[in-house]
């Protein structure tokens, strides 16, 4: 049994940081992409940034550019999100996903095999 076990969530001023971790844990799990999406209530879950296992390409929605960087360390199976410059908008439910295979577009929720139970984050303003 694979589990993903995100952290670091919270309350933050808009302008402020925050950082995410996913920690992927259980029986021998080696992940090619692992991934953020957020969630509001009522709207579907979004794409924020992926990163593949191997060479750490990554890539990131286009509202979340320049301002939140993923990266990973395999060592531990634990994939990061650094959110700086946080605006109310960003306020959502963050989930980690990953994905044992990379066939598709990173940001299709449907080619992750395993997801977290998801971290609030709230940026008020």
């Known amino acids: 049994q694979v589990q993903l076990v995100e952290s670091g969530g919270g309350l933050v001023q808009a302008g402020g940081s925050l950082r995410l971790s996913c920690a992927a844990s259980g029986r021998t799990f080696s992940w090619a992409i692992m991934g953020w999406f957020r969630q509001t209530q009522g709207k579907e879950r979004e794409f924020v940034a992926a990163?593949?296992?191997?060479?750490?390409?990554?890539s990131y929605a286009d509202s979340v550019k320049g301002r939140f960087t993923i990266s990973r360390d395999t060592a531990r199976n634990t994939v990061f999100l650094q959110m700086n410059s946080l605006k109310p908008e960003d306020t959502a439910v963050y989930y980690c996903?990953?994905?044992?295979?990379?066939?598709?577009?990173?940001?299709?929720?449907?080619?992750?095999?395993?997801w977290g139970q998801g971290t609030q984050v709230t940026v008020s303003s």
């Open positions: 996903a990953a994905a044992t295979f990379r066939s598709g577009d990173d940001s299709d929720p449907n080619l992750y095999d395993y």
């Open positions: 990163i593949t296992r191997l060479v750490g390409r990554t």
